[in-house]
């Protein structure tokens, strides 16, 4: 039965999930990543997904080609000498936008690539005459290490605007040439054909690549941009798909700065959501706003050697455990003999893998960039993990422990200074403006270290004499010494020598 819903009204949910959803023209979940969360240390651990570079695709890709005669037909020699030439040239492009996109990102995280270098290994060694092409995301296969909650402030604090006006400007120009494209007609509504199992794969891989032609500087903006990053569809351009992913992001931004905002700010109506937990005012806030409360989170459960899980036994096990198993080699049983044979398996690879210690730990999936943000939001209102405003540039930053600070760790743009080194400067200067006995303290310190350079004081009497007159400038700026008495005391403390006659 077919029903109609031209006057359904959405309630808050639906409109919600709508909004966070993808649409044909633009795919939000293509990537497939993985994170790993250390309820310990409060670190997080990313695997990126590599599957859609060219050195996992290429056989792939070259037997659809085969199949449907997309590949590229060169016509003569002149032809041919000439695509490889502007080959060439786009690649060496393309590898030195890729190293400046890879190094903002190493900047700020710890990364590393050790799968995606085995891949391309790999593919070097079973394609001895292929061409290793450049890496259409430059995170692919990446391994990320990050406290929990920076790629959150990343990805709120992050410039999206002016890269996604910049290419839909682009984008505009190119059609102002070539025309829009005409929407398809269809005579009938067939069913679409598929050749083989590896076409629809194919085929979204090749629209990945146009993809990021289109939106690479929007998506690198980010980390979290960057590793989940969209297919969208469309001829030549994909003007409107652009469009849409632009707003999706800025609406993901919109949506957690105000959460962050309710759930961990300090100074947000202190006295009816101070003595709250975050996840109780995250509780509130849902109840206010319509937000829903409930979150879904793909968790895979894993049992390997990996190290990663909790301390204490059974998800762990104890470090003597451990080497004593690494240790003691038990020698095969008839117990071993009668247990493989049971399942058929091999009584040797039996008693080894008997042996060998294994850890319990459980890692996530996510694909979009609204995954990873609901994800990484709902652990840190697990782990109460606490956010403050920066009382300079404004910023929200992770509190460190019991370390309590106003200031973040930001680098303030222009500079190589922190906002808490920044702050403590300015704070002195402001403190300094007007005060007699701070600026007598330093006219005279310049004064006395200058003749410990020339030997005229020696290095002993000038630190007593620091510590001395530390003592009376506090004292001058309390009140307790006059200006005069101070300046009497530093006049008297190393008189010039007497010329010689």
Excluded at 9 to 32: C, M, N, P, T, V
Excluded at 252 to 280: A, N, R
Excluded at 354 to 372: C, G, H, M
């Amino acid at each position: 039965m077919e029903y109609d819903y031209s006057e359904y009204e959405l309630d808050e949910i639906e409109k919600y999930e709508l909004q966070h959803s993808g649409r044909k023209d633009a795919i939000l979940e293509f990537f497939l990543n993985t994170v790993r969360f250390n309820e310990q240390t409060g670190n997080i651990v990313i695997q990126v997904d590599n599957g859609m570079e060219w050195y996992n695709m290429a056989d792939d890709v070259n037997k659809y080609d085969e199949i449907t005669n997309t590949g590229r037909e060169i016509i003569n020699d002149e032809d041919e000498e000439k695509y490889l030439k502007g080959l060439e040239e786009h690649y060496r492009e393309a590898e030195a936008y890729n190293a400046d996109k890879l190094k903002d990102f190493t900047d700020k995280y710890d990364i590393s690539f050790t799968w995606d270098e085995n891949d391309i290994e790999y593919f070097l060694n079973t394609h001895p005459d292929g061409k290793l092409e450049p890496k259409i995301n430059v995170l692919s296969g990446a391994t990320i290490k990050l406290k929990c909650g920076q790629g959150l402030l990343d990805f709120i604090y992050a410039d999206f605007i002016t890269p996604t006006k910049r290419s839909l400007m682009v984008q505009k120009g190119l059609e102002s040439i070539i025309g829009k494209p005409k929407a398809d007609t269809k005579v009938e509504d067939k069913p679409r054909k598929i050749l083989n199992k590896i076409q629809l794969e194919v085929e979204d891989w090749y629209d990945y690549q146009s993809t990021m032609t289109w939106i690479n500087d929007i998506a690198y903006q980010s980390l979290y941009s960057a590793i989940c990053p969209p297919i969208l569809k469309g001829k030549l351009t994909s003007l409107n798909a652009t469009k849409f992913y632009g707003n999706y992001i800025l609406r993901l931004q919109d949506e957690y700065k105000k959460l962050i905002e309710f759930c961990f700010d300090e100074s947000f109506y202190p006295e009816v959501l101070g003595d709250l937990m975050p996840y109780e005012r995250y509780y509130i806030y849902g109840n206010l706003s319509g937000h829903p409360i409930a979150k879904r989170r793909t968790e895979k459960f894993s049992i390997s050697r990996a190290t990663v899980g909790k301390q204490n036994p059974p998800y762990t096990l104890s470090i003597e455990t451990i080497l004593g198993r690494f240790s003691a080699t038990k020698p095969l049983t008839a117990q071993h003999e009668e247990l493989a044979a049971k399942y058929n398996y091999d009584p040797d690879k039996l008693r080894t893998i008997v042996q060998l210690p294994q850890t319990l730990y459980k890692r996530y999936e996510f694909r979009s960039i609204n995954d990873i943000l609901e994800l990484e939001f709902t652990k840190m209102l697990e782990e109460n993990i606490r956010f403050r405003k920066c009382k300079r540039c404004g910023k929200y930053f992770i509190m460190k422990g019991n370390y309590d600070t106003n200031y973040c760790d930001r680098i303030e743009p222009g500079t190589t200074r922190t906002c808490k080194d920044l702050a403590a400067q300015e704070n002195y200067k402001k403190k300094t403006e007007g005060n007699e006995a701070i600026a007598l303290y330093q006219k005279y310190y310049k004064r006395y270290a200058a003749r410990v350079k020339v030997r005229q004081i020696k290095e002993p009497d000038f630190k007593k004499w620091k510590y001395e007159a530390l003592v009376k400038r506090d004292e001058c700026s309390d009140g307790i010494i006059t200006v005069a008495e101070f300046t009497e005391w530093l006049e008297s403390c190393f008189p010039n020598r007497k010329p010689k006659v």
